[in-house]
């Protein structure tokens, strides 16, 4: 028994300009082209295109109902399915303003999707045929009817994998419509989280070098620290990203030897809290 593999292909973006035209054809209950007489062809006994829930609406396509056609493995590699003339689709004029016609295609393989356009009397310039670049995800695909400028058609005809197959094939398409599929902006950056390291000495002896000790921060919006000695007496604190330390307590110079900081700092955009303690050697060298 031949495998069964599953392609998605979401017609969108059928920027006709239009007199009589019935879009977008988005298979909806009270939508369009659910209730049309479509007509598959070449694809061994033919079985109809059905409408049904859509497999992946995770993606560009969070359309509710979609076309389901199933591509047989003894069917023509042109298989495919049309709508009527006329009542259908409606009539329409290919300009410069709607020559491009773009088509979202998910497929499990790589191959081609072709469209034609068809006038009242079954004359055609014949298919357009261009091939997916990925599977398993959504793709937009545009076809270009320039060489159709002029030209009035009242049929539509969808191959959503022209190529032999060696398998029978579930193939979806929906949303034939004039939007173009435009993706949102990425997201904002995350903000950068707060963080701090601590010096653990400086010799504030006014000689113009390491003169006054403070908490590396960056990207901190607001910090508190203080220092002791080793006997747990509090000789400096603040809570002010600008200030530093020159090394007094009580209007004198405190003795060189080690001294202990605690120190907190955040981030209120980022949210984040960074808590540290050290050791300083305050030098007289």
């Given amino acids: 028994m031949a495998l069964r593999q599953t392609f998605i292909a979401s017609a969108l973006g059928l920027s006709f300009g239009m007199f009589g035209q019935n879009v977008p054809v988005d298979f909806e209950p009270n939508g369009i082209g659910a209730n049309w007489n ?18 992946d609406t995770t993606g560009i396509n969070p359309s509710s109902t ?20 006329g009542t259908d689709i409606g009539s329409w004029t290919i300009t410069n303003a709607n020559k491009i016609l773009r088509i979202m295609v998910y497929k499990p393989t790589i191959s081609d999707v072709g469209i034609k356009l068809v006038r009242f009397d ?9 091939s997916n670049t990925v599977i398993n995800e959504w793709e937009q695909i545009e076809f270009d009817f320039s060489a159709h400028i002029g030209n009035t058609y009242d049929q539509i005809v969808i191959f959503p994998d022209f190529t032999g197959r060696p398998e029978d094939r579930i193939l979806y398409f929906d ?53 002791y000695t080793r006997w747990g007496q509090l000789v400096f604190s603040t809570m ?21 900081i605690e120190a907190r700092c955040g981030s209120n955009e980022a949210g984040n809290t960074v808590i540290k303690k050290g050791i300083i050697h305050v030098l007289h060298e």
Wanted: hydrophobic share 35%; aromatic share 14%; proline share 12%.
């Fill in 240 to 260: 002010n990203l600008s200030d530093s330390w020159n090394g007094l307590h009580n209007g004198a110079t405190v003795s060189p030897g080690v001294y202990f």
């Fill in 38 to 55: 479509w007509v598959v062809f070449e694809n061994d006994y033919n079985p109809p295109l059905q409408f049904v829930q859509n497999p």
């Fill in 175 to 227: 949303n034939i419509y004039g939007a173009e599929f435009v993706a949102p902006p990425p997201p904002p950056p995350a903000p950068d989280s707060a963080s701090m390291s601590l010096p653990n000495f400086f010799s504030p002896n006014y000689d113009g070098i390491n003169d006054l000790y403070r908490p590396a921060t960056s990207n901190a919006d607001w910090i508190e620290w203080q220092v």
């Fill in 66 to 85: 979609v076309a389901q056609f199933e591509a047989r493995q003894s069917g023509q590699a042109f298989a495919g399915c049309e709508s009527m003339h």
């Fill in 122 to 130: 079954n004359w055609s310039l014949g298919e357009i045929k261009i």
